[in-house]
């Protein structure tokens, strides 16, 4: 079974800032897909940013980018001069090419300090 | 794009009635829509994945009967939950699948329903 490991339940930085938030993950596939979901307290669940894993290339949206490495199963968001609406809960998730269902990790709480 | 729906935001009912919600896709068609559940300050729970035109498929450990799941049309899937007792009352998200059947794509989140049971 595929698992997804967040070990930072909890980070805050200062405004403007950039922070890094960890995610591991389990696999025993070479075709699966890893995506990062930001909820805010309004609890809507918002895509922030996808990467597949055959794409050698580290995804990029704006503010926000990832470091992918297949080899030690590692898919970390790193969120550059953070603003107050960065705050919110990440999950990092995890699908297999072919299954429907994501797999999401506990989550990290993070906060932005004005 | 990919936007998704849920009605009502929030309801509160009296132990033993039912409560349908109704998840939407409203710019794009959903072969496959998933529900969730989601307790305080944790992760989301799948319950189930919806297939349009076809029965649902729960997880583990839901009750098919207490959640009974309709996925009527590619843009809509509803979530009754049937003689709701105070145990239920939790945070119900839905997810809608953009991409074709078989090729894996993006699941686009509602807003979420809250419920609460009296």
């Known amino acids: 079974a595929q698992t997804v490991t967040q070990s930072q339940p909890e980070m805050s930085v200062q405004e403007a800032e950039t922070v890094t938030l960890s995610c591991t993950y389990d696999?025993?596939?070479?075709?699966?897909?890893l995506f990062w979901y930001k909820q805010p307290p309004s609890r809507q669940m918002i895509l922030v940013i996808r990467q597949e894993a055959y794409k050698q290339q580290n995804a990029t949206e704006n503010r926000f980018s990832v470091n992918f490495q297949k080899a030690a199963k590692s898919f970390s968001l790193k969120i550059s001069d953070s603003q107050l609406g960065d705050t919110a809960m990440y999950f990092c998730a995890f699908t297999n090419f072919g299954n429907e269902k994501l797999t999401f990790g506990t989550g990290t709480r993070l906060t932005i300090i004005p | 794009g990919a936007v998704v729906s849920q009605h009502p935001s929030w309801v509160i009912c009296k132990s033993g009635t039912s409560v349908k919600i109704e998840c939407r896709s409203l710019?794009?068609?959903?072969?496959?829509m998933f529900w969730y559940r989601q307790f305080p300050k944790q992760s989301l729970m799948l319950m189930a994945t919806s297939n349009e035109g076809s029965k649902a498929t729960y997880e583990q450990g839901v009750e098919k009967d207490k959640f009974l799941i309709n996925h009527a049309s590619l843009t809509l899937s509803t979530l009754t939950v049937t003689s709701a007792h105070p145990e239920d009352s939790s945070f119900y998200i839905c997810?809608?699948?953009?991409?074709?059947?078989?090729?894996?794509?993006?699941?686009?989140f509602g807003p979420g329903t809250r419920l609460l049971v009296l």
């Open positions: 696999t025993s596939e070479s075709n699966y897909y």
């Open positions: 710019d794009f068609q959903a072969t496959t």
């Open positions: 997810s809608a699948r953009l991409g074709l059947a078989g090729v894996q794509e993006t699941q686009y």
